[in-house]
C-alpha cells in the first residue's frame, strides 16, 4: 500500500469519527452487513471511501474493517493495520491511552463531564491530561465546534446490520437501503444538529453549546498542547485559560487564533494551523491576548494601554505594530482567515 493510500484511510477514519468534512475528497460509508456493499458502492461517489464491516479483503473497491464499534473498551481494526480503541468519555481520566483512542459521548453523564472538565479548564487551566494526547481523537467533533449542518450533511453515512442508513455511527435515520443519494442528503439537511449524533440514551444539549461559545476554543487549547512536549507541560500553561495577562479577559478568541504560551517566565505565540512559533516579550504577548480576545484593534489598544501603563496613543501603535509584523509572517492574531 502507498502512503497515499494509508493517508485516505486514515483521513477517512477521521471524518467518520468527528463528522467533520473536507477530510477526504468524498463521504465516508460505514457498512454493518457485507450484503450490503453492493448498495453501498452506488452511493460512493469519486473520493469516497466505503468502510466494511468483515468485508471481502480482495475487493479493491473497500476497505475492511474487523471488531467492534460499538462498545466501550473494544477496538476496531481498519484494513488490518489501523487499530482504534474506543472509549467513553467519562472513564478517559482513568484510562492509559496505549493507540489510537476514539473518545465518545453516548449519554447525559459523558456530555455532563465534557461540560465540566470544559469550565475547568476555563477557570484553572487544568486540562484532563489524556485528551491532550495525540493518540485522542474527540468523536462529533463537527457539532461541538459548530460545523453548519448543511455541511455536515453526508460527510458519513452509516448502514446498519438491519439496512438502516444513520447520518453518523450513532446518529439519526436518514433511510433504509435502497433510498437514492439525493433522497438521503435531503433528509440529512433537514436534520436537526443534534441528530448527528442522536445516540439512543442521550439527548445533547445544543442549547448548552450555544450558550458556552468558547467550546471551540477550548478543543482547539486541546490542540495546540499536543505541540507541547510532554516533559515540558508541568511548567507550561495556556494564557486565556486559567489566567490573563492584563486581569479580566473579555471577549472569545476564534478556534483559529494562535496561542500564547507561557513558560519559565517565557512567552511564546503558537499556530496550530502550521505549528509554527515566535517567541515574544510580555508585552507583545499581552497586546497578542488583547487583539484575539476582542478580534478589533481599537478595542484591544484601550484595554492594554493601561495594563502597559503606557497612553492610548502608544497603545494604538504597539497594536498595529504587532499586527502588521505578524500578518507579514503569515500569521492571523485574530483568527478569521483561515
Request: hydrophobic share 45%; glycine share 8%.
Amino acid at each position: 500500500m502507498t502512503l497515499s493510500q494509508q493517508q485516505t484511510i486514515a483521513a477517512a477514519v477521521d471524518q467518520w469519527i468527528t463528522g467533520i468534512p473536507g477530510r477526504i475528497a468524498g463521504h465516508v460509508v460505514f457498512v454493518e452487513n457485507p450484503e450490503h456493499i453492493d448498495y453501498a458502492k452506488t452511493l460512493a461517489g469519486e473520493g469516497s471511501v466505503i468502510l466494511a464491516l468483515n468485508g471481502d479483503r480482495d475487493d479493491e473497491a473497500i476497505t475492511t474493517v474487523s471488531g467492534s464499534f460499538d462498545s466501550a473498551g473494544e477496538e476496531l481494526l481498519v484494513d488490518g493495520t489501523l487499530s482504534l480503541e474506543i472509549q467513553d468519555y467519562v472513564a478517559i481520566p482513568f484510562v492509559n491511552l496505549v493507540g489510537l483512542t476514539v473518545v465518545r459521548m453516548t449519554t447525559n453523564e459523558d456530555w455532563q463531564a465534557f461540560f465540566d472538565d470544559a469550565e475547568e479548564a476555563r477557570r484553572s487551566g487544568h486540562f484532563v491530561r489524556q485528551l491532550t494526547e495525540v493518540n485522542a481523537v474527540l468523536a462529533e467533533r463537527a457539532l461541538l465546534t459548530g460545523i453548519e449542518q448543511k455541511s455536515m450533511s453526508l460527510a458519513r453515512l452509516h448502514i446498519t446490520w438491519d439496512g438502516r442508513i444513520l447520518s453518523g455511527p450513532y446518529g439519526a435515520q436518514i433511510g433504509r437501503i435502497g433510498d437514492a443519494i439525493e433522497d438521503l442528503r435531503a433528509n440529512a439537511i433537514a436534520l436537526s444538529p443534534a441528530s448527528a449524533m442522536s445516540a439512543a440514551n442521550s439527548t445533547v444539549d445544543i442549547e448548552a453549546l450555544r450558550a458556552n461559545p468558547w467550546i471551540p476554543r477550548y478543543l482547539a487549547a486541546l490542540d495546540a498542547w499536543k505541540f507541547i512536549p510532554r516533559e515540558a507541560r508541568d511548567t507550561t500553561s495556556l494564557v486565556g485559560f486559567g489566567a490573563s495577562l492584563y486581569g479580566t479577559a473579555p471577549g472569545v478568541p476564534s478556534a483559529s487564533a494562535p496561542f500564547i504560551i507561557k513558560r519559565a517566565g517565557e512567552y511564546t505565540l503558537l499556530d496550530t494551523k502550521s505549528g509554527r512559533v515566535f517567541k515574544v516579550g510580555i508585552d507583545a504577548a499581552t497586546i497578542i491576548e488583547a487583539i484575539s480576545n476582542l478580534q478589533d484593534a481599537s478595542a484591544a489598544a484601550a484595554l492594554v494601554a493601561p495594563a502597559l501603563n503606557v497612553s492610548g496613543a502608544v497603545a494604538a501603535g504597539s497594536v498595529t505594530a504587532v499586527l502588521k509584523q505578524f500578518e507579514q509572517l503569515g500569521i492571523d492574531l485574530i483568527g478569521i482567515k483561515r
